[in-house]
Structure formats: C-alpha cells, structure tokens
C-alpha cells in the first residue's frame, strides 16, 4: 500500500525555470513531512522539511507547500540550476518517538538543461 | 555535524557467501538505525528498524534470517546479507536519528553500499 504518492515522475525543466513536484498522502496521523535529494550512487540527503502547522516554508531556492485540508503537499525549486539534477523524495513520518518511520514517495527524477 | 559512514561502499561477492556493511555514526549517539535497499530507478524501501541494545524489528516481507542486523553500540549498526544471491543485488543505505542530533524527527542518511552477487 503506497501511503505517499508522488509526481511528476521525471520531469526536465530549463535552467532558470522552476521545478515543482508533488505528493500527496493518505494518512492524516503524519505530522512531518521531509523532502530528500539523492544523487546517483549516493545516500539522500535532507533538503527541507515541514510540520502540518505551517502552510509553507522557504529555505533558499527551496520552498515547501503544503496544504493539510487536502492531503497534498509540494516543493518548489526556483531559479533551478543544473547542479539541482537529482532524484527528490518527498516522505512522511508519524512521531511516535523510537517506533517513528518515514514512508517515501516513488521519486522524480529533476534534469535541469543549459 | 550528524555525519553517517558506511562501510564499504561497494562490494562483490560471490553466491552463497555472507557479506557484512557497517553504518556508523561519527559524530553523534545514535539511539535507532534504520535500514533500507533501492533498487535502480525506484525509491527507498525500509528493511527493519534497530533501537540500540535490542533486537531489530523487520519490515514485512524482510527475512530476518537473511538480513541479520546488529546494534551492538550507540555509534554502529550492521547488516549482514546471509546465503547472498543475485537478487539481493541492491543499494542499500542506513540512517541514524537521535534526539539530539538536528531536529526532532531527522533521519541521517549514509552513503550507500552498492551490492553485487555474483
């Protein structure tokens, strides 16, 4: 059962341009919601995160939207660089202290082109 | 800070044999570990979930038996891949979170091991 669904699932976007990718959950007990960058043959790594709470959160190039009524949440890359090419993860977690365990989403793949 | 190793980064073995990949956490007490494998193209699938000085608990479909984890410290975790076959071919990552390291809920993610039986 995929609890956290995921689009685009590639998508190529010009430099300069902005990069939005979607999810969407079903489970309303998730109350954290992380975005990861992965590099091929490399671990993910946090990029920015946000709690139901908030509506968005902004981080650099790198903001978050994220709407608790309908279950759906979103990261947009602005101004998006070749260097931002990589696999994006969005994910979910239920705080439950040491039983807590994200749930992924299917990826996309970002390909930012000159 | 919140630095994650693994060990090694990649390795080939041969069918039947038993390989082991050590996680640690260089710069902060991890109190749980998790292990996950990736497959090319697909996303991060969680194996089991290992609370240090206790027994790790698996996700369903993940034989224990195969996959043996091992949270011997606050600072290492390791998997051993029992009987390996070519299927168990994969990516697999560790992470490690603690209270204190980050926020809350952060998961540390380490490099990768990439695992090919032959």
């Known amino acids: 059962q995929q609890q956290v669904k995921q689009s685009p699932q590639s998508l190529i976007v010009q430099k300069g341009g902005i990069s939005i990718i979607n999810c969407a959950y079903e489970?309303?007990?998730?109350?954290?919601f992380p975005w990861y960058q992965q590099f091929p043959g490399k671990g993910p790594a946090l990029l920015i995160a946000?709690?139901?709470?908030?509506s968005e959160k902004k981080e650099g190039r790198f903001t978050i939207s994220f709407n608790k009524s309908a279950k759906q949440f979103s990261l947009h890359i602005m101004d998006s660089q070749p260097g931002d090419s990589a696999t994006y993860f969005c994910?979910?977690?239920?705080?439950?202290?040491?039983?807590?365990?994200?749930?992924f989403g299917t990826g996309t793949r970002l390909q930012v082109t000159l | 800070g919140a630095v994650v190793s693994q060990h090694p980064s990649w390795v080939i073995c041969k069918s039947g044999t038993s390989v082991k990949i050590e996680c640690r956490s260089l710069?902060?007490?991890?109190?749980?570990m998790f292990w996950y494998r990736q497959f090319p193209k697909q996303s991060l699938m969680l194996m089991a979930t290992?609370?240090?000085?206790?027994?790790?608990?698996?996700e369903q479909g993940v034989e224990k038996d195969k996959f043996l984890i091992n949270h011997a410290s606050l600072t290492l975790s390791t998997l051993t891949v029992t009987s390996a076959h070519p299927e168990d071919s994969s990516f697999y990552i560790c992470?490690?979170?603690?209270?204190?390291?980050?926020?809350?809920?952060?998961?540390?993610f380490g490099p990768g091991t990439r695992l090919t039986v032959l």
């Open positions: 992470s490690a979170r603690s209270p204190g390291a980050g926020g809350r809920n952060e998961q540390f």
């Open positions: 489970n309303t007990a998730f109350d954290y």
């Open positions: 946000i709690r139901p709470d908030v």
């Open positions: 994910a979910a977690l239920i705080d439950t202290g040491t039983a807590s365990k994200l749930t």
């Open positions: 710069d902060f007490q991890a109190t749980t």
């Open positions: 290992s609370n240090e000085g206790s027994k790790a608990t698996y």
